[in-house]
C-alpha cells in the first residue's frame, strides 16, 4: 500500500512538474488592421480640446505605495480645486487630459483612468491599505505556482500580473478603456522601460502598432505589471513581436528621423531608430522592466509630447491648432533622499547597499533632468512670448504704422512639481524622505503622504501663481497636516 501511495505521488509530481512546464505568459494578440481611429489612441478617447479651459497634464513618478498614496492625495486635493471660467464654476480636476506614470504611480492611474466616479471612494481600501507585498509572498510560496515557475515562459512578474489583475483591476483591459464614453476619464500613458534597446515603452495602441499587436486585448494589470518590474524582485515582462506579418506602414517621422545624415536632432534619431527595431526581423519579442529605469518621473512621454510633433499624442500639434490655451503640468515626485552613515567607516558598504545605489543613482539622476528640460522649456518659450510682445510694443509706440510682429506662443505655460524636497518642516522633510519603496505601508503612514501632497499642491508657488492667471480670485485652500498623524508616523 505504501509502495502505491509511493508511486502515486511520483506519478501526481510528475504531472504538476509536466503541466508546470507548460504555463506561459499571457500572450498579447496580433493586429488585424491599422485604423487611426480605433484602439487605445488619445484622439479615441479624448475630443478636441476648445482651448478656453486649462490643458492638465499629470506625470505620476515611481515609488511603490509610498508613489501611489503621493498621487492620490494630488487627486484629492484636485478635486477641491475650484475656479470660473466665462462666469461658470469648473473644478480643475475636470480639466485632466493626459496621465503619465511609472511603477507605483501606474496603480493610481490606472484605477483613476478605469474608475473615475467610484475612484476616491475604492482605490485605499482596494490598494494603499492592503498589504500588495504580502499578498505576492503568498502566491509565490504556493506549490501551486512553484510548478508553473518552473516554466521559462512564466515567472514572478506573470505571478504578480494575475495577483493585480484579480485584486485590483477586476480583470479589465483596454478595450474596457476604449468602450468608455469619449472624455470620460483621461488619457493614460503607462510607462516601462524596454531593455533590449535601453528605451522608453509606453502602453498605447500607437506603441502597439509597431509589435503589429492589438492592445485592446491586453489587460490593464499587466501594463502596471510592467511599469513597476523592478529589477531583481521580478523576472522581465515579455511581449510578442508579430513584425512577419504586413501590419502598416510607420510613421513618417521615424524615416524622416532614421535619416542620419540630414538630421541634427540626435534625441529624435535615437527614438526613430528605437521605434523602428520593432519591425527588424531579428526582433520576435519585447522584454520590460520598471519605467523607472528610463523615466522614474513619467515626464519623458509628455516632454516630446509638447516639445514635437512626433509624438502620437502631440500636444504641441494641438497648440498649432489654436487649441491650447493654456497648459498646467503637474509631476508628483515620490522620491527619496536616504541618510547613509558609509562615509564613517573603512569597511565598503555591503552588496544590498550597493545594489540600492546603482538601481535609484541614475533613477534620481534621469527624474532630474526631466523636471529641467519641462520647466527650462516652459521658460523658454514665456521668454519668447515675451520678447514678441516687447517688439510689438515698441512698434506700436515709435512706428504706430508699422505691422505686428506675429507672436506664435499664445500658450500660459504652468509647471508645477511636488516633492518631499520642498516641505519646509526638517523633521517631516526626513520622515518622508526616509519611507520604503515598497508595496505595503501602515495607514497613517499613507493618511501622511495623502495630506503632503495636497499641502505640497497649495504651497506651491507655481501652481498659485498658474491659477490666479486662470482665475485671479482664485485663492488657495489652506492645508494644515494633523501633528498628531506626524507624531504617529515620524516619532516625537
Known sequence: MRIANHGLMLLCSAVLLICGGCAHYPDNPRLASIATNEGYRYSVVRPIPGGDTP??????????????????????????????????????????????????GSFT?????????????????????RNIQM?????????????RLASPDFSRIDMADEYYNNTVFDNKTFADLVNMPKGKSPFLVLNATDIGITHRFEFTQDQ???????????????????????????APLTLDIFNKQPCGQLPMWIELGMD????????????????????????????????GLSDNLGLRGPFQAVSTTDSPWSILRLANLDKLGRLMMIAVNAKTTKQRDWDKKSSPPGIGAVLDVALNGPMDDVSFDSTEMVDGHFTQM??????????NKRLG????????????????????????????????????????????????????????????????????????????????????????????????
Not at 483613476?112 to 491599505?129: C, H, I, M, N, Q
Not at 514665456?382 to 517688439?391: D, E, P, Y
Open 55 to 104: 490643458f492638465v497634464v499629470l506625470a505620476f513618478s515611481g515609488g511603490g505605495t509610498r508613489a501611489a498614496a503621493f498621487s492620490f492625495g494630488l487627486m484629492e486635493e484636485l478635486k477641491t480645486v475650484e475656479y470660473i471660467a466665462k462666469g461658470m464654476k469648473r473644478k480643475l480636476i475636470d480639466d485632466v487630459e493626459i496621465i503619465s506614470s511609472v511603477s507605483g
Open 109 to 129: 492611474s490606472t484605477y483613476y483612468a478605469l474608475y473615475p466616479e467610484s475612484f476616491f471612494r475604492d482605490f485605499p481600501e482596494k490598494f494603499l491599505y
Open 135 to 147: 499578498g505576492l509572498v503568498w502566491r509565490l510560496f504556493n506549490p501551486y505556482n512553484w510548478w
Open 208 to 234: 502597439f502598432d509597431l509589435l503589429c499587436s492589438d492592445l485592446s486585448g491586453v489587460s490593464l494589470s499587466r501594463a502596471v505589471a510592467a511599469s513597476s518590474d523592478f529589477p531583481v524582485a521580478f
Open 260 to 291: 542620419r545624415e540630414h538630421n541634427p536632432d540626435k534625441r529624435r534619431v535615437a527614438d526613430a531608430t528605437a521605434a523602428h527595431s520593432y519591425r527588424e526581423a531579428d526582433r520576435s519579442f519585447v522584454h520590460l522592466l520598471d519605467g
Open 382 to 391: 514665456k521668454q519668447l512670448s515675451n520678447t514678441v510682445a516687447s517688439c
Open 397 to 492: 509706440q515709435y512706428c504706430p504704422a508699422a505691422p505686428q510682429i506675429y507672436n506664435p506662443i499664445t500658450t500660459d505655460f504652468t509647471f508645477s512639481e511636488l516633492t518631499f524636497d520642498n516641505i519646509p518642516d526638517p523633521r517631516l522633510r526626513r520622515c518622508l524622505q526616509e519611507l520604503p519603496t515598497s508595496f505595503a505601508l501602515p495607514r497613517n503612514t499613507v493618511d501622511l503622504l495623502r495630506a503632503a501632497a495636497g499641502y505640497l499642491l497649495m504651497n506651491s508657488s507655481d501652481f498659485v501663481a498658474g491659477m490666479k492667471r486662470l482665475d485671479p480670485a482664485w485663492q488657495p485652500r489652506q492645508v494644515v497636516i494633523d501633528p498628531k498623524l506626524i507624531d504617529e508616523v515620524c516619532g516625537r
